[in-house]
Structures are given as C-alpha cells and as structure tokens.
C-alpha cells in the first residue's frame, strides 16, 4: 500500500503558523519556533490526519519561496535538530511529513545564482528562475531531494511545477527512487494538462485545481452543473492518478471566507467523498477566515499564526471535519472512487461515488437547505443541516 492511499494531510504554513517574521528588515535571530509544531501533532492525529505537509522550511529572506540554502532549516524556524525532533515525534505518531520543494526558482541573492537563467519568476524581482537545462541543477535537485528523504520525509511537494518542462523531473525523479522508491512526489499545477504532465513528468500526483475552482464556485453562485462538469473530469484524472485535492491552501482565500462557514461543511463533504488525496489547510477545520489580496502582504490573512489555544467557536466546524474524516477512514476505497451524477438541478445534486471494486456511498447536497447527507444503501452514515 502506498502512502498516498491512506494520507489525509493536515497542511500547515511554518512561518505564518509559527508566527515568524515574514519580511524582516534585517536578518531574523535563530528562534526555536518548530518544537511549538509538535505540541500539535497529537491535535493532527486526533482529527483523523495522518500526514503533515509543510510549506518553505528551508533558509529563505520573507514568505519562504525565496530560498537562500535547501540544506538549512530557515533559523526563524529553528536548527536541524529541531527539525529532526519534529520529524521523530510524527514518526512516532505515524504521520508522514512532506517537504515544500521549490526548485523552480531562489532568491536572486543566494548561493545558486549561477544556476539560474537570470530571467525573474512571474515578475518578482526578488526570485530567479533556476536553468532546468543544466546538469548541475538537476544534480542539485537530485541531491536535495534525496538528503531530505534521509533525514525521513516521506514526499515532496513540488512548487510551480507548472513551469518547469517535464523532462527536467524525467531525468530527476529515476534517481531518487532508486534510493526512495516508496517516496511521495505531489506538483503543484495551477493550470496545464495535468494527465499529460504526470505522464511525462514520472510525479505521483498534482494539486487540483480545477476541482478546488468547481466546489466554491458552484456553491457559491449555486449552479451544481459547473461541479457536475468538473466530476466528469476529475473521473478521467482517475484513469491516469490520484489527484491532491482540497479546499483551501496556503495561496487561496479561505473556504469559509469565501462561501461561508455552513456552506463550507458542504464543501468538506464533497472533498472527503470523492476520489483523491485530501488535504485541509490548517484552521479550515476550524473555520478560520482570510482573504487573499494581491499585494506585498496579501497573503499574510490566509497565513496566520496559530493560536496558543483553539477558540471554542469552532468546536463544531472541528467535530464536523472529525466525522467526515472518520467516514473517510472506514471507506478507504474512496481513494481511487469515481464519481456518478444521479440527479442534479442549480441547487441541488446527488452523486455516487463507486470504488473498483464496486463498494457505494451516495451523497446529496441541498444549497436552499444547506444540508448534506451521505448515506450507504437505506443507511444514512452521515447527516448536516445548518
């Protein structure tokens, strides 16, 4: 069994999460700030969620994606020792622990600058593309990526690989699974043809957007025939992968900002019933809001610190979540299951979800009602109305 077939990811932002400092003005102090991470590492588990996916751990100047040296545990973080006192107390827990790998572009300022192409990413100035057409930088992936594998990661999440020419992880991706063959690899594909760059690319999975899109756009302009179109996709996906799914990430605003906190259960229900590999961004168990603007501190309310004690005002959001991951748990099938239109109008939609080998679960969502319910033959297994 691989380790995707039973991950239910709890995916956390360090240095938002922590509440490092995201754009010192001078170099940040060594702060020990990973151990508070594992004091919330039995909270991971007693939600049903067994991996844990970071965001940027390594040496960086602000957000993270600006990495300085991806053998260094960024020191607003900590020291390696904290990270390997983290990644043994997951262990210990039975949580996988997955890296962010950037590996498209650094920090203009870094060691690596004569592997870039000298062109900026996306228009940051502060980012330089890496040269995916020289040797030596995918001999330094290779290498990263099996150094941290050592160090026992269990994956990586690969950033923007929507930009990097498949090829480059055809030549990357061989050679650490001659030495870690049982490793995760997850890209992050925001746009592109997803199937064609598994395919090319030798990745496991990536990160689905177009079914992110579908579940708050449907709900929220209520028009379940935008879902019911992507479904139909997201079933073709299947043949090919299993994709990363989820709600809400570090990059988008909050699923509960966006639509609502009782709609944003019907969103859970949906992610947690269909084929993939789901993963909740921390605190959208707890309904946390946050809106993502488009400016140097745009991402900061989708980011925030967690808090030294959960509020109780989102205690039944959490119970919700623990339910449905629960349900998730004892039908494990519905990682590969593929999903049947049963009946759909604007606000309304019943679906069926089929593994392969023929195990059902059918699931109805009412938008004037605000209601989901999930049931197994005549037996209902789980039920929610606002």
Excluded at 26 to 37: D, F, I
Excluded at 55 to 73: C, E, K, M, N, W
Excluded at 274 to 294: L, M, R
Excluded at 363 to 375: K, M, Q, Y
């Amino acid at each position: 069994m691989s380790f995707a077939e039973h991950a239910i990811i709890w995916h956390v932002y360090p240095l938002g999460a922590l509440d490092a400092p995201i754009r010192p003005e001078a170099p940040a102090p060594l702060t020990h700030r990973l151990p508070n991470l594992i004091n919330w590492l039995d909270y991971v588990v007693e939600l049903g969620c067994n991996a844990l996916l970071l965001g940027p751990v390594f040496a960086s100047l602000s957000h993270g994606y600006d990495t300085q040296d991806f053998y260094r545990i960024d020191p607003r973080l900590g020291t390696e020792e904290d990270m390997d006192a983290l990644l043994q107390a997951a262990s210990k827990r039975g949580i996988g622990v997955l890296f962010d790998g950037v590996f498209n572009h650094v920090s203009t300022t870094s060691q690596y600058a004569e592997l870039t192409t000298g062109s900026s990413f996306e228009g940051h100035d502060i980012l330089a593309e890496l040269d995916h057409h020289n040797p030596a930088v995918v001999e330094l992936v290779i290498d990263v990526m099996n150094h941290w594998l050592d160090r026992g990661i269990a994956g990586w999440r690969l950033d923007a690989v929507y930009a990097i020419d498949p090829e480059f992880w055809a030549q990357v991706l061989p050679r650490v699974r001659e030495k870690h063959p049982d490793a995760w690899i997850v890209g992050e594909m925001i746009h592109g043809d997803y199937a064609e760059y598994v395919n090319a690319s030798g990745i496991d999975s990536v990160t689905e957007y177009e079914l992110w899109k579908a579940i708050w756009s449907s709900i929220k302009e209520r028009n379940f025939f935008e879902l019911e179109w992507t479904l139909g996709r997201h079933n073709e996906f299947l043949e090919t992968f299993v994709p990363q799914t989820f709600i809400g990430n570090h990059d988008v605003t909050r699923i509960a900002t966006q639509i609502g906190q009782s709609n944003a259960i019907l969103a859970a229900a949906i992610l947690f019933t269909v084929g993939g590999v789901p993963s909740i961004y921390y605190g959208d168990e707890q309904g946390f809001t946050g809106i993502k603007e488009e400016n140097i501190a745009g991402d900061d309310a989708i980011r925030p610190p967690l808090p030294a004690e959960l509020s109780p005002l989102g205690e039944w959001i959490e119970n919700i979540y623990k339910a449905l991951i629960a349900l998730r748990r004892q039908h494990p099938w519905l990682y590969q299951a593929r999903t049947e239109i049963l009946d759909i109008a604007n606000e309304t939609l019943t679906y069926k979800s089929t593994g392969i080998e023929g195990e059902e679960l059918t699931v109805h969502l009412d938008l004037e009602a605000v209601s989901v319910r999930i049931s197994q033959g005549d037996e209902e297994l789980f039920h929610y109305s606002a």
